[in-house]
């Protein structure tokens, strides 16, 4: 009996002990696509710690994380910066230098098994170095691992022309840099490492034939599959069409008044009707002339919309070019940024659909009355090895 208590005393304690702290990038292009993970984690038995902003509270909580707030001492995170590679990098290292105290303080106290991070979330490698504890990081992005690497010259075709003008800001980074070397004997501080965070095990949260160098990644490298697409309790609008094309630029590159006045010029009296999910963008996007075969949405029920949809105009943010591929919905797509605009050589070069050159109702009926549905690009955008995953993690932590 006594010897029963023990046991039940002693496997008690190390489910208690199975702590796992998840340092996000507070965007939703960054935070929605690791929740399945902590999901899977939480079912498991392991208590993941998730760091974020506000903002993602409630999503974090539904995952089954326990949410923690950033205290980010007035540095704003801004996801639109994201464009920026070097005011990026600046921001990340100078959020580093102030939350890297309570960060580390907080971790030693929490006793974690595992630390997860996301890609861009340097200060969760600093904390895992400084506390020795086994770390992994969460890419929901064409990570760059080297300068003599297809990718690095794929964001280079693609961030050249907006860097060049920031460069004379890499001063502030080498300072931020060092600082940081000095007080916590970090590794590598330059700027690709600071925007790329690499482990020993690295998670992509997308299928290998999004990445540029998937072929010749390591072992250390873990292509989880499209788990934006697993998400649940997803809300918004739907329509019911046999003509629909969804519309969307994402949730931060979508102010181009350009575009949209295109769209409505272009698509005004056709036979296709158009859903437009616009999110913050709403109410100025509203002031406009939508005629009746388009309507105007804050935020649509992506799955359910995917599943009736024709086509899909979209900026080419990694999870929606996943879900699309995923539904077997052709994309058009029309990149705002960058990094958009890698994904969209990548996704062309997969078949999943074609980037724009301006022509938007001539496009949309070319990919439409042409396109083949894939069942093996399907299946590809469809598996997410998540036991696998997990299996990995296990032996990871130890």
Request: charged share 20%.
């Amino acid at each position: 009996m006594i010897a029963t208590y023990l046991i039940m005393q002693s496997s008690l304690k190390e489910m208690v002990d199975m702590k796992v702290i998840f340092y996000t990038t507070p965007a939703h292009g960054h935070i929605n696509p690791a929740l399945p993970i902590i999901s899977s984690l939480t079912d498991r038995g392991y208590q993941v710690i998730a760091y974020s902003t506000e903002e993602f509270k409630n999503v974090i909580e539904s995952s089954g994380a326990v949410f923690k707030k950033y205290e980010s001492g007035g540095i704003a995170f801004d996801a639109s910066i994201g464009s920026e590679l070097i005011p990026l990098a600046n921001l990340i290292l100078k959020f580093s230098l102030y939350a890297l105290p309570t960060l580390i303080k907080e971790a030693k106290e929490i006793s974690p098994v595992l630390i997860m991070h996301d890609t861009l979330a340097f200060w969760g490698r600093a904390v895992a170095e400084n506390i020795n504890i086994p770390a992994f990081s969460v890419n929901t992005i064409q990570t760059v691992y080297g300068m003599n690497t297809n990718t690095f010259r794929m964001y280079s075709r693609n961030f050249a022309l907006h860097t060049a003008g920031q460069i004379f800001q890499l001063g502030v980074t080498a300072k931020y840099g060092n600082s940081l070397k000095k007080l916590y004997h970090i590794k590598n501080t330059d700027m690709l490492s600071v925007l790329m965070n690499r482990e020993k095990l690295n998670v992509f949260t997308f299928p290998r034939c999004m990445h540029p160098d998937g072929d010749t990644l390591g072992k250390d490298c873990f292509f989880l599959g499209a788990t934006s697409r697993l998400r649940s309790g997803v809300k918004g609008d739907t329509l019911d069409s046999d003509n629909l094309i969804y519309v969307s630029l994402g949730t931060v590159f979508n102010k181009s008044t350009y575009f949209y006045k295109k769209l409505i010029k272009e698509f005004d009296g056709t036979h296709y009707r158009l859903l437009v999910s616009c999110g913050g963008n709403y109410e100025k996007l509203s002031e406009m002339h939508f005629p009746h075969n388009i309507v105007l949405t804050r935020f649509a029920n992506q799955t359910a919309v995917l599943s009736r949809a024709k086509l899909f105009i979209t900026a080419g943010g990694m999870n929606s070019l996943c879900e699309a591929a995923a539904a077997g919905v052709p994309c058009l797509i029309v990149s705002q940024q960058g990094e958009q605009a890698a994904n969209a050589e990548m996704f062309e070069i997969a078949g999943g659909g074609f980037r724009s050159h301006g022509k938007l109702y001539e496009e949309s009926n070319h990919i439409i009355s042409t396109f083949q549905r894939n069942e093996k690009l399907i299946k590809t955008f469809s598996t997410v090895e998540m036991d696998k995953l997990m299996s990995v993690l296990e032996e990871y932590a130890k």
